[in-house]
């Protein structure tokens, strides 16, 4: 009979870290093993964080992003431009954008991209959802801030052709996304210019 080298209960936190996207076999070992080596209450305070994450964390019931308070912070900001929505891909895009400190207006978060391959089509993102943000009559203009890959592109032409012939101005990231780009990957000043150079989708 063999010997079972690594103990069940950190092979189980292996697998778990080995579950999660860009995490292999080999760092999820040195994560385990890292997280083994420090203090008992450092361990707790982490299953404690993880804990509290699906308690406290909700959906923003406007632009759908990750919030403990809805509306989140920035669809309750007075300061910010309802008029306008940046749709983007997922909730990191959001913080990319935030960061670049040149877009005031709101958000709508997709949650995902079309890609058939993978299942995905349009009734898993949320799209019924922006549509009936535009019917609102509150909205002005619509910023598609999909990535520049094949899966990006796929969803913002499919945007562009649900909202096209609704009262709203429709506008794309321009010059600075390379093709083949994830959003989440640009320096923000290259996305800063992007938005300011935005250009009409339609």
């Not at 923003?60 to 431009?81: V, Y």
């Amino acid at each position: 009979m063999s010997l079972h080298i690594v103990p069940p209960a950190l092979e189980r936190l292996i697998n778990s870290f080995s579950s999660l996207p860009g995490i292999g076999a080999k760092t999820a070992t040195r994560l385990a093993l890292n997280l083994l080596r420090r203090k008992p209450s450092d361990a707790l305070e982490m299953a404690e964080a993880l804990s509290e994450l699906h308690r406290s964390i909700q959906l923003c019931s406007i632009c759908l992003t990750f919030s403990e308070d809805d509306p989140c912070a920035i669809c309750a900001d007075p300061k910010r431009d309802g008029s306008m929505v940046c749709v983007v891909e997922q909730p990191g895009d959001l913080l990319a954008i935030e960061k670049t400190d040149s877009y005031r207006g709101h958000y709508h978060i997709l949650h995902g991209v079309l890609s058939p391959i993978d299942g995905i089509g349009p009734d898993e993102l949320k799209v019924r959802e922006l549509i009936a943000r535009i019917k609102s009559g509150t909205i002005k203009e619509i910023l598609i801030a999909t990535s520049s890959t094949v899966p990006g592109e796929a969803t913002a032409s499919f945007l562009i052709d649900k909202i096209h012939g609704l009262p709203v101005k429709l506008t794309r990231l321009a010059c600075g996304i390379p093709m083949g780009m994830d959003i989440k990957h640009a320096d923000k000043y290259t996305l800063a210019r992007a938005i300011s150079s935005r250009e009409n989708a339609s």
